[in-house]
């Protein structure tokens, strides 16, 4: 059956109850496909089938947007509802890439909220997603170009890591340098900054790891292709400070403040590459990564070869706190339902 959507109630219906669909709507009935993912482009929810983007627009042509990564948990009370993690700091971080990549946002935070609301409703998502919410520079500009800018927000089913069974990683050091504020700022999250992830991510598969770690001009440790980085050195949990070329990672500030709750040592520091092959565990976190484990840092095993207690403890409470089981910590959490 084919949804639709009315953007102003928030409310799905049938197709079938309705005289005449969009056609969209009525291409899907006629080709009998699943019901389509719903994304909200340009001011509309629209199926994903029809949110193109011109060849000719700057975003195609020079990556020229910025990003958000975002996760909604399912709640662990099991009744449906959908939690939306750490919005605010979020939407602060792409106002903040806006200002500095020169763009002017059309919304304010308030509104990205409610449209990022609707488009999860639209979709009658109930379990975990992970949803991209991009402003970008359409028309037929240059790189130079300051408009028009719309928006997309892209949501996907993306179930949580098991904790019982979490994946791990093998690293390498990138024979890559990671961009830095004087050429590429990676405090942006803008497309474009990815083409240095790409580098380095490719070379690590080539070489038959699972990722990458970046270091920086300095030859310090900075973060990972698409997530940051922490160790536990001598027992103290470690990472490379925030001007230290790394995004200002919100998965990695709400795992500072985990830690400290759980009485572990939190240092922000400069870190050698040696470290790495000392650190008794090493894991990368991210919107998308969570915690996850790494294992061995250019073969060399991390610890004992295995996702470490305190890795798994934090990520633990983390995905505890993701889906409102610590009270204290709900107002990081903004209800869809
Ligand atoms: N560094 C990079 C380069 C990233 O792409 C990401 C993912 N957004 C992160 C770090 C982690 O940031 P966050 O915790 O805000 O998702």
Known sequence: MVRSFDLVTGSCGSDETKSAGTEAQVTHKMEGLMPSRFIWFKGSMVPVEQANISVLSPTAQFGLNVFEGIRCYASGAGDGQLFAFRLNEHFGRLMDSCKLLGMSSPYKTSELKDHL???????????????????????????????????????????????????????????????????????????????????????????????????????????????????????????????????????????????????????EREVDRTELHLAEELFLCGTAAELTPITSVDRVPVGCGRPGPMTMSLLRKYLEVVSNQVARYSNWLVPIY
Not at 210 to 223: I, Q
Not at 248 to 256: D, G, K, N, Q
Request: charge should be neutral; include cysteine; charged fraction near 20%.
């Open 117 to 267: 609301i609707l488009t999860i409703r639209a979709n009658e998502y109930h379990e975990d997603v992970s949803i991209r919410l991009t402003l970008f520079v359409d028309g037929e500009g240059s790189w130079s170009s300051e408009g028009p800018i719309e928006m997309f927000i892209a949501p996907l089913k993306k179930p949580r890591i098991n904790v019982d069974a979490p994946p791990t990683l093998s690293a390498c050091i990138s024979t890559w340098e990671r961009i830095n504020d004087n050429c590429f700022p990676p405090r942006i999250k803008t497309g474009a900054n990815y083409i240095n992830s790409r580098y380095a991510h490719l070379e690590a598969k080539r070489d038959g790891y699972d990722c990458p770690v970046f270091l920086g001009r300095n030859g310090k440790v900075t973060e990972g292709a698409g997530a940051c980085l922490f160790m536990v050195r001598r027992g103290v949990l470690t990472t490379p400070s925030l001007t230290s070329s790394i995004l200002e990672s919100i998965t990695r500030s709400t795992v500072m403040t985990l830690a400290s709750e759980l009485g572990v040592q939190v240092v």
